[in-house]
């Protein structure tokens, strides 16, 4: 499995950017796609999660209503589209997958960076 995240980038507070995730090597049917980050020196932060099959979304309390998760199954690819975005969600933001509620696969990090 293969994921290649890409669209981070420098961004002023309440811009927007969007992300994404491309992932190949098998069938994604049954499995999670998620997004999250982290800040060093702190613990990796779950951002969005998403069901492959049914497209059910969960989100983290601290992005809720300014971030959206979503894919596309005829490219293998989840987005995470981030609008409002404010200097705490600078980090590095990962893309992984797995299936019975794990996520075994990651891809590489892209920096998002908010400028206040």
């Known amino acids: 499995v293969q994921l290649q995240a890409s669209g981070g980038g420098l961004v002023q507070t309440g811009g927007s950017l969007r992300l994404s995730c491309a992932a190949s090597?098998?069938?994604?049917?049954?499995?999670?796609m998620g997004w999250f980050r982290q800040v060093p020196g702190k613990e990796r932060e779950e951002v969005a999660t998403?069901?492959?099959?049914?497209?059910?979304?969960n989100y983290a309390g601290s992005v809720k209503g300014r971030f959206t998760i979503s894919r596309d199954k005829a490219t293998n690819t989840v987005y995470l589209e981030m609008n409002n975005l404010k200097p705490d969600d600078t980090a590095v933001y990962y893309c992984?997958?797995?299936?019975?509620?794990?996520?075994?696969?990651w891809g590489q990090g892209t920096q998002v960076t908010v400028s206040s």
């Open positions: 992984a997958t797995g299936g019975s509620g794990r996520f075994a696969y």
């Open positions: 090597g098998r069938t994604f049917t049954n499995w999670n």
């Open positions: 998403i069901t492959w099959n049914w497209g059910t979304t």
